[in-house]
T-cell receptor, first 113, second 113 residues
Framework: DGGITQSPKYLFRKEGQNVTLSCEQNLNHDAMYWYRQDPGQGLRLIYY???????QKGDIAEGYSVSREKKESFPLTVTSAQKNPTAFYLC????????????FGPGTRLTVT | AQSVTQPDIHITVSEGASLELRCNYSYGATPYLFWYVQSPGQGLQLLLK??????LVQGIKGFEAEFKRSQSSFNLRKPSVHWSDAAEYFC???????????FGPGTRLSVLP
């Protein structure tokens, strides 16, 4: 079955450590996205990528970094510069060439203490 | 830029009762509109979408939504709510490119037995 996988489901880190969240899709989608979700704030776009080796900042990119070396993979690194990293992180994708709905992964809950 | 409002943060209905979740959008051109549902700790699942044509859209799980251009609304309805419908519901608006996908803040639905 095609879909988006995010691992791990739960992640715990100490403050000051960088952490990388995995996102893989086998939908052959060109565009991929990272969102952050906090209670009562909906989804906020962190980064997106429309093609391999290219990505753009979203609304809240500070303290995050991404790479897109392969079409199917779009890892997100939460750096120590992110002031409040504890959140639920969602990866999404869509075909990219025309407007389609976004397909979401199951999410990763990151807790930093 | 697009924006989406969902006036109701939290709605409680009794099982078997009808449901309407409100969504208002702001967008200069014809919007592409979506409703997603999210169970706790999970990713988002598409319920239905409107691109063009018939303004009454049928979705999965017995949901429907009506696009009203004059009111800039895309309200979600269900005639009879089931306990399993308890979740968070997000309205979203897109444009011609996926990076302009904007989500509303969400409405949390509770269902009383």
């Amino acid at each position: 079955d095609g879909g988006i996988t995010q691992s791990p489901k739960y992640l715990f880190r100490k403050e000051g450590q960088n952490v990388t969240l995995s996102c893989e899709q086998n939908l052959n989608h060109d565009a991929m996205y990272w969102y952050r979700q906090d209670p009562g704030q909906g989804l906020r776009l962190i980064y997106y990528s429309q093609i391999v080796n290219d990505f753009q900042k979203g609304d809240i990119a500070e303290g995050y970094s991404v790479s897109r070396e392969k079409k199917e993979s779009f890892p997100l690194t939460v750096t120590s510069a992110q002031k409040n990293p504890t959140a639920f992180y969602l990866c999404a994708s869509n075909p990219g060439t025309e407007l389609y709905e976004q397909y979401f992964g199951p999410g990763t809950r990151l807790t930093v203490t | 830029a697009q924006s989406v409002t969902q006036p109701d943060i939290h709605i409680t209905v009794s099982e078997g009762a009808s449901l309407e979740l409100r969504c208002n959008y702001s967008y200069g051109a014809t919007p592409y509109l979506f409703w997603y549902v999210q169970s706790p700790g999970q990713g988002l699942q598409l319920l239905l979408k409107y691109f063009s044509g018939d303004t009454l859209v049928q979705g999965i799980k017995g949901f429907e939504a009506e696009f009203k251009r004059s009111q800039s609304s895309f309200n979600l309805r269900k005639p009879s709510v089931h306990w399993s419908d308890a979740a968070e519901y997000f309205c979203a608006v897109g444009a011609t490119h996926g990076q302009n996908f904007v989500f509303g803040p969400g409405t949390r639905l509770s269902v009383l037995p």
